[in-house]
């Protein structure tokens, strides 16, 4: 059974940080490509990071430089590193995985507000 579970979400405030954390099981972890994407109220779901098997890192122009994302195969866990945070980063946060197939998590709530 594949599951992708999210934790790290909460509140925070402007210029603060938090830390997301994915564990996937019931797939090939290695062999997927991981990222998170992110659902603010009212809005469609957007693409935030991706990292590939070979590390590679891939970022929309609204979070780069600001959020970090990782990952480590022997933990078959994926990270997001959010610094820098604005009001405009308050979104549901979901993990992805994909190899042939897609997968996603239930999701994490981020709130940034004062």
């Known amino acids: 059974q594949v599951q992708l579970a999210e934790s790290g979400g909460g509140w925070a405030q402007p210029g603060g940080s938090l830390r997301l954390s994915c564990a996937a099981s019931g797939f090939t972890f290695a062999d997927s490509k991981m990222g998170w994407y992110r659902q603010a109220p009212g809005e469609e779901r957007e693409f935030v990071a991706g990292i590939w098997q070979d590390g590679t890192t891939h970022y929309a122009p609204s979070v780069k430089g600001r959020f970090t994302i990782s990952r480590d195969n022997n933990m078959n866990t994926v990270w997001l590193q959010m610094n820098s945070l604005k009001s405009e980063d308050t979104a549901v946060y979901y993990c992805?995985?994909?190899?042939?197939?897609?997968?996603w998590g239930q999701g994490t709530m981020v709130v940034v507000a004062s």
């Open positions: 992805t995985g994909a190899t042939l197939l897609e997968y």
